[in-house]
T-cell receptor, first 112, second 112 residues
Framework: DGGITQSPKYLFRKEGQNVTLSCEQN?????MYWYRQDPGQGLRLIYY???????QKGDIAEGYSVSREKKESFPLTVTSAQKNPTAFYLC???????????FGPGTRLTVL | QQQVKQSPQSLIVQKGGISIINCAYE??????FPWYQQFPGKGPALLIA?????SEKKEGRFTISFNKSAKQFSLHIMDSQPGDSATYFC???????????FGKGTKLSVIP
């Protein structure tokens, strides 16, 4: 099956800890994205990458970091510098030939 | 500055009725306007999309109406069903930007 996988589905973290969310796609898409979703706020872009070894900050990048070492993988690290990390995190990808962004099932992060 | 404004925030419609969600944008460089549907705990999925060279696009019970001069577009769901109960997001993308700007979402409830 082609698609986007995110793991874990639920993640709990203590304050002051860094945590890494996984995103993998087997769609052969060039571009990948990370969004944060909070109730009533829509989807806000954290980081995006259009090509391997390159990525750009989105609207709310502070307190987050990413890497793009492989075309199929785009992990997101939520650092201790992120003041309010509890949220639903969504990964997406798209090809250059089509505008449609495909979303993964999401990871719900809760800071205890 | 919110570039895509979506209304209403929530909508309750009776089964068989018409659901209408509206979006307005400011950036005239936008040239792709998708609507995404999201069920609780899941990632969004593309429902229907339009480009500004047409004023209307219909797919089954779902129709996008687009008014370029007013910089507005709307989603109409005909014969709404309880299974349509979800959150709907409008979005917009500028040519070559590879970035979607999302509205804040509309939670639709279709009651029997």
């Amino acid at each position: 099956d082609g698609g986007i996988t995110q793991s874990p589905k639920y993640l709990f973290r203590k304050e002051g800890q860094n945590v890494t969310l996984s995103c993998e796609q087997n769609l052969n898409h060039d571009a990948m994205y990370w969004y944060r979703q909070d109730p009533g706020q829509g989807l806000r872009l954290i980081y995006y990458s259009q090509i391997v070894n390159d990525f750009q900050k989105g609207d709310i990048a502070e307190g987050y970091s990413v890497s793009r070492e492989k075309k199929e993988s785009f992990p997101l690290t939520v650092t201790s510098a992120q003041k309010n990390p509890t949220a639903f995190y969504l990964c997406a990808s798209r090809s250059r030939a089509d505008n449609e962004q495909f979303f993964g099932p999401g990871t719900r992060l809760t800071v205890l | 500055q919110q570039q895509v404004k979506q209304s209403p925030q929530s909508l309750i419609v009776q089964k068989g009725g018409i659901s209408i969600i509206n979006c307005a944008y400011e950036n005239t460089a936008f040239d792709y306007f998708p609507w995404y549907q999201q069920f609780p705990g899941k990632g969004p999925a593309l429902l229907i999309a339009i480009r500004p060279d047409v004023s209307e696009k219909k797919e089954g019970r779902f129709t996008i109406s687009f008014n370029k001069s007013a910089k507005q577009f709307s989603l109409h769901i005909m014969d709404s069903q309880p299974g349509d109960s979800a959150t709907y997001f409008c979005a917009a993308e500028g040519a070559g930007s590879y970035q979607l700007t999302f509205g804040k979402g509309t939670k639709l409830s279709v009651i029997p």
